[in-house]
């Protein structure tokens, strides 16, 4: 075997890996880890008669909205952050930071509000953030948040609506 040929096959081989990695390190949709696990529970037809297109293709299956596109991003109110799927309340404005990534983020959700699961989907780990109550996708956690957490709930704008504080 000669040099070109040995980095051929390696080369081929960590492809064929990779591409292995990927698809089985997909996370599963809520709906497909719901398993009746979560208090609300709608079929797919439900849940597109309630939600828009972009909102079910956050919340139903797992994409990311592209950044600095919600308008949520420059929310300076006071108020709660609630589930477009359920309007469960999850965040609060007095934990929202601005992190510069394009995406509405948050240092701490409300209590008894999020789920997470291990994601090892795009070649890296993450920790995927969902409703606790209809497992509807938000976004991901990541550690380098501002004190006093330390985290950085990333969340796509679209998988929340804004409620202000009553005056």
Known sequence: MNRRELLYGTGTLALLAGGAT???GRTMSPAEAS???FEIMKSEAEWRSILSPDQFSVLREE???RPFTSPLNKEKRAGTFHCAGCDLPVYSSETKYDSGTGWPSFWKSLPNAVGTKPDNSLFMQRTEVHCRRCGGHFGHIFDDGPPPTGK?????GLALTFVAAQA
């Open 35 to 37: 398993e009746g696990n």
């Open 152 to 156: 950085r709930h990333c969340i796509n």
């Open 63 to 65: 994409a990311t909205e």
């Open 22 to 24: 990927f698809l089985s």
